[in-house]
């Protein structure tokens, strides 16, 4: 069973950008339970539309007689600040106007979520941590937080995600980031403003976690007749509606613009010093047909960490592949908590099965 928590920080918080926030809170939640000298926390980093309940979007890796049995483990996963899943962001109150924030909520950077993050660590009083994990904008947390805090994290998981974002994420983001732009409402103060183009944006978003193969798999038409209402068609208009159901437009515009911001070589002598910083014991997880995150990010991290180790997992999904391939995941993690000294480079699953 988990539980959800609410961590308050009482005092001024300055951000990278010399903005502040008056005060904020972080929603989190907890499953397992700590054993007796606090050696088998795990911490979750969540990924860009996600929130602190891990085993709702990640439940192949947890759970009774999974991976992370809460038997063995003591789970834990804050939702980011600036999300919209009970932490500090956009729709929360400004105590200093008594009005939500909306357009006037600081920018924020991985290194402010991560920061924030580490209060709560030291909150809570672990000293150590057995393994920091997190996938896609939660993988770039994790390594951010590795790297500030090397003697913290005994372990780093870091999943489809990278050591800078590319070029290429960044474009993405903006081209998602236009949609909500130009939603007439984005302009006002309101809960909803935005929200037609969040839909759009969610709807290029899928482009970049998916992949032709998912498309071509999942979505394309089964006869020879069809000239309209496309099955890939709607399915686009239907993950757009989805997620504007349960999101907002601002926490969007803050969160890709912090994962644009991901940098560990910045203010810290490029990025190869940096990683040069991680002291866990490391594990890079790609997926082959990830464009978002290509597997040769993770092969860079890899080839930057000391005694690291590597794995692919082998997926139609795309980027998403880190969220449904959960045997997969779960197979390579195992391994590497049994032999976490080696590298485990590109499993044949099909062998092993075999």
């Known amino acids: 069973m988990s539980f959800t928590h609410t961590y308050h920080y009482p005092n001024q918080f ?3 950008s ?10 989190y939640t907890t499953y397992g339970r700590l054993n007796e000298d606090r050696s088998n926390v795990v911490w979750v980093c969540h990924a860009l539309t996600g929130n602190s309940d891990f085993a709702d979007w990640w439940d192949g890796l947890f759970g009774e007689g999974k991976v992370y049995d809460p038997a ?15 932490s500090t962001g956009p ?10 924030y909306y357009h006037s909520f600081p920018q924020l950077t991985n290194r402010d979520i991560v920061a924030a993050f580490e209060l709560l660590r030291q909150e809570l009083g672990f000293e150590k941590v057995h393994t920091l994990l997190g996938g896609s904008l939660g993988g770039q947390h994790a390594l951010e937080w590795a790297i500030l805090k090397p003697k913290v994290f005994e372990r780093l998981i870091h999943v489809a995600s990278n050591a800078r974002h590319s070029a ?20 006002t103060d309101t809960d909803t403003a935005g929200q037609e183009g969040l839909k759009t944006a969610r709807a290029i978003a899928m482009l ?43 926490t969007y515009w803050v969160l890709s613009k912090a994962m644009d911001s991901h940098n560990v070589g910045r203010d810290r002598g490029g990025i190869e010093a940096a990683l040069k910083r991680v002291k866990a014991k490391a594990l890079f997880i790609g997926v082959d047909t990830d464009i978002l995150f290509p597997v040769e990010e993770q092969r860079f991290m890899h080839a930057h960490v000391q005694d690291s180790s590597i794995a ?31 590298a485990v480079e590109a499993f044949d699953f099909e062998k092993q099965a075999g």
């Open 91 to 100: 729709l929360s109150v400004n105590p200093e106007t008594q009005q939500p």
């Open 72 to 86: 063995e483990w003591f789970v834990i996963c804050a939702n980011s600040l600036g999300g919209c899943y009970g």
């Open 18 to 27: 010399g903005e502040t926030l008056p005060e904020f809170q972080l929603a």
């Open 312 to 342: 692919i997992v082998k997926s139609n999904s795309g980027h998403d592949g880190f969220l449904l391939e959960t045997g997969q995941l779960s197979n390579i993690i195992d391994s590497f908590y049994k032999q976490d000294s080696k």
């Open 208 to 250: 970049s976690y998916r992949h032709y193969n998912c498309y071509e798999l999942s979505q394309q038409e089964p006869g020879n007749s069809i000239t309209d209402n496309f099955r890939a068609a709607s399915y686009q208009v239907y993950q757009g509606e989805k997620l504007a159901k349960r999101f907002n437009a601002y």
């Open 14 to 16: 300055t951000l990278e």
């Open 168 to 187: 290429w994420g960044i474009a993405f983001n903006e081209s998602q980031r236009m949609a909500i732009r130009v939603d007439p409402t984005w302009a």
